[in-house]
């Protein structure tokens, strides 16, 4: 016990004396934080509160265009821009000067409602409630609704602005339908035969706390995306502070005592697990105090604090576990460092923090579930989103547990075998 408390205390002096080393520990993290949620959170607002300026061509002035563009103003997400000319906005959208360009074709309300009651009447003469009318059909081309975007556009945005604008294309279509039959079959326009209000209709249920809705928001998913990251980070330095040792000639002093490997690596343990908690600490009190005070939503803790540290522990140690293997293998500084921090972000690509692993290609959703930071993310989220218990976190907390002894021991065996040679 005296040996790893020699060990332990060995490790505290060489990191405080490293000013740098603990800046990119402590600040660089805190940085990172606030950086990445103040950009998420103001993309948020910017889909949700601010609107999007959009061009419109209106070539048909009816009463299909008239509704397409209520549409789009109503839906308090787009601001509709008129303009006359489409090659006008064309050119507007391909330079990035806007987003989005509509153009609505000619005559579209007109001949929309000559083949509706063209078809309408059709129908009822088959059931013989309108005289049969000897007149040759009357085609029509079918109408395209242009939509340009800006090059650069994200393929979400496209995706939903294709989904909204067929939507309400859809239900100009269907309330003509019902508009066409109501004229046939009464003489009373105020007479209403046909329900037009949407039969069905989609309500979003969320997750409840002691009857109190449980909102995720974007301070929610940055805090463990980010402190697990900033936790994995430690394996930067941690990984030189060894390879620095054993050019030193430490490690060789250190045989020469009765002092094993795993003394050594213990104190390392303690003193960088207690690095990751008090990072883990300062994110949860910038998620509380600073982000209010800024503008950004408050990170609710409540009744959550034994299971976060619990997750904190067990991802730190997961988190050492690889800078000590890194550390062992590797040869030369210039070896660990870019390797421990290209793996690192390797490790947070594949693990969710910057993209979701449902979005991902199958493959890589499979590659996900054999990293720390996947476990260790899951684990959180559990936690602040999901308001699992203990037993529900067990299983990656465990897996975290395992990789921290798996990466150990290798790193121990492999230098015994090293220095046996």
């Not at 070539?59 to 006359?84: P, W």
Request: proline content about 5%.
């Amino acid at each position: 016990m005296h040996k790893l408390l020699a060990s332990t205390y060995k490790e505290f002096i060489l990191l405080t004396r490293d000013i740098g080393g603990i800046a990119i520990l402590f600040i660089m993290p805190l940085v990172l934080i606030v950086t990445i949620t103040i950009i998420q959170d103001s993309t948020f607002k910017s889909v949700s509160e601010t609107k999007i300026p959009i061009l419109l061509v209106d070539n048909d002035k009816g009463s299909v265009s008239e509704t397409i563009a209520k549409g789009l103003e109503g839906s308090n997400v787009f601001e509709v821009v008129e303009i006359d000319i489409e090659e006008d906005a064309k050119n507007l959208v391909f330079k990035g000067k806007n987003q989005l360009a509509i153009i609505i074709p000619e005559n579209l309300s007109s001949d929309l409602e000559k083949k509706i009651n063209q078809n309408v009447e059709g129908i009822l003469s088959e059931f013989g409630l309108e005289e049969e009318k000897n007149q040759p059909k009357e085609t029509f081309t079918k109408k395209e609704v242009k939509l340009y975007f800006d090059p650069a556009t994200q393929f979400s945005f496209k995706n939903s602005v294709k989904n909204e604008v067929d939507k309400m294309i859809s239900k100009i279509e269907t309330q003509s339908i019902y508009n066409a039959f109501q004229k046939q079959l009464t003489d009373d326009p105020t007479e209403a035969i046909f329900e037009t209000e949407n039969f069905i209709s989609f309500k979003e249920i969320l997750p409840k706390n002691k009857d109190e809705n449980i909102i995720p928001n974007s301070v929610q998913h940055n805090v463990p995306a980010w402190t697990l990251f900033a936790i994995f980070f430690i394996i930067v330095p941690l990984s030189i502070n060894i390879v620095k040792e054993k050019n030193q000639g430490t490690f060789v002093r250190l045989r020469t005592n009765p002092v094993s490997y795993l003394t050594v690596l213990g104190g390392k343990t303690v003193i960088y697990l207690a690095v990751c908690l008090i990072q883990f600490m300062l994110m949860l009190l910038v998620g509380i105090y600073l982000f209010p005070a800024i503008g950004l939503p408050t990170l609710n803790v409540s009744n959550k604090l034994p299971l976060l540290f619990i997750v904190a522990i067990f991802a730190g140690l997961a988190a050492i576990g690889l800078g000590l293997l890194l550390g062992t293998i590797a040869k030369t500084q210039e070896q660990s460092a870019p390797f421990g921090a290209t793996f690192v972000v390797i490790l947070a690509a594949m693990g969710g923090v910057w993209v979701p692993v449902f979005v991902m290609p199958e493959f890589m959703q499979t590659l996900s579930k054999i990293s720390p930071m996947n476990w260790g993310l899951n684990a959180f989220y559990d936690v602040f989103l999901r308001n699992s218990s203990l037993l529900e976190i067990v299983p990656e907390i465990t897996l975290l547990f395992l990789f921290f002894i798996t990466t150990t021991i290798i790193a121990i065996i492999y230098n015994e075998k090293k220095s046996a040679v």
